[in-house]
């Protein structure tokens, strides 16, 4: 991984450029470098730009949390206690309640956050993390989960640890995507607070699809898989060295044919294991 500036960084093995258009950049090179290690290539660009934005945030949390004491940022988990069949059906009630009991947590703390809802690679059930900058004691955390109508399973609290759970989680079982429901996002205000708005990737795969769309009559009719052929098509000319993008892409040629990624399709690709199962749902339900 190289850098350019404060704001603006490279992943060259899958020809990636990142500009982060906030303040206060939080991602050290070592994470940086952990993101190309691991991450580059594993996952879509898409995937991608939601965990730098989950890492900038935790990152940011982290050292916000060094101004209240010794104890750091905390990681925090919640299920639901509703049953398979139940859980199903009413998902979407189970994430609106998760809202609020997070704002009842921040109520308790006085604290910030940043959260993601997931679903469990083996059991399917829905349930969440979050990191704030506080902690919060038994009874608060019994008060911020009980009220009426409260449909929250177990709550758990313990230390970050490595930042990179948190990223992890958005390469994993998200899903439920398209449906209006939000499966990431911040409570409260915090120097580095960011979105997916504040990183914008670019890289010769995505100049392949703007070319696509050029060709094709996507304004009309929306992006179709005839499109993504085509776009795909286009990235294997290049990388095969029979189609110029210009300086600023063909650059990346060399070292994405030599990293040794899947680069078949030209976009970065979801493996089946999605990232980190550490967390087991099923162990921890009410």
């Known amino acids: 991984m190289s850098e350019t500036d404060n704001h603006q960084f490279e992943f060259p093995s899958a020809?990636?450029?990142?500009?982060?258009?906030?303040?206060?950049?939080?991602?050290?090179?070592?994470?940086r470098a952990e993101f190309e290690d691991k991450?580059?290539?594993r996952v879509s660009e898409r995937t991608m730009q939601s965990m730098l934005v989950m890492a900038q945030n935790v990152a940011a949390l982290c050292e916000r949390a060094k101004q209240w004491g010794d104890f750091g940022?905390?990681?925090?988990?919640?299920?639901?206690?509703?049953?398979?069949?139940?859980?199903?059906?009413?998902?979407?009630?189970?994430?609106?309640?998760s809202h609020i009991y997070m704002r009842r947590v921040r109520k308790q703390t006085g604290g910030c956050l940043t959260w993601v809802v997931e679903w469990g690679k083996k059991s399917h059930r829905v349930h969440g993390h979050f990191v704030s900058d506080r902690?919060?004691?038994?009874?608060?955390?019994?008060?911020?989960?009980?009220?009426?109508?409260?449909?929250?399973?177990?709550?758990?609290?313990?230390?970050?640890?490595?930042?990179?759970?948190?990223?992890?989680?958005?390469?994993?079982?998200?899903?439920?995507?398209?449906?209006?429901?939000?499966?990431?996002?911040?409570?409260?205000?915090?120097?580095?607070?960011?979105?997916?708005?504040?990183?914008?990737?670019?890289?010769?795969?995505?100049?392949?699809r703007r070319l696509a769309c050029a060709m094709s009559d996507v304004k009309h009719r929306g992006w179709t898989e005839e499109d993504n052929r085509l776009a795909r098509g286009l990235f294997q000319s290049w990388l095969a060295g029979r189609m110029d993008l210009?300086?600023?892409?063909?650059?990346?040629?060399?070292a994405m044919r030599g990293a040794g990624r899947q680069v078949e399709h030209g976009?970065?690709?979801?493996?089946?294991?999605?990232?980190d199962t550490d967390f087991d749902v099923a162990s921890f339900q009410k």
Not at 155 to 172: D, L
Not at 246 to 254: A, L, Q, T
Not at 267 to 275: L, M, V
């Open 15 to 31: 020809g990636i450029r990142v500009c982060f258009r906030g303040n206060d950049l939080f991602l050290t090179p070592k994470m």
């Open 39 to 41: 991450y580059v290539g």
């Open 73 to 97: 940022a905390s990681f925090n988990s919640w299920t639901s206690f509703l049953s398979d069949e139940e859980l199903e059906e009413r998902w979407k009630e189970v994430v609106h309640n």
């Open 135 to 208: 902690w919060m004691s038994v009874d608060q955390q019994w008060d911020a989960k009980d009220w009426r109508n409260s449909l929250m399973g177990r709550c758990n609290m313990t230390k970050v640890g490595a930042h990179g759970y948190m990223w992890k989680e958005m390469g994993k079982g998200l899903g439920r995507r398209g449906t209006g429901v939000k499966l990431q996002g911040c409570m409260g205000d915090f120097v580095g607070k960011c979105g997916m708005r504040d990183f914008v990737i670019d890289s010769p795969m995505a100049e392949c």
């Open 246 to 254: 210009g300086e600023e892409y063909d650059r990346y040629r060399e």
């Open 267 to 275: 976009d970065s690709w979801e493996d089946e294991e999605g990232g």
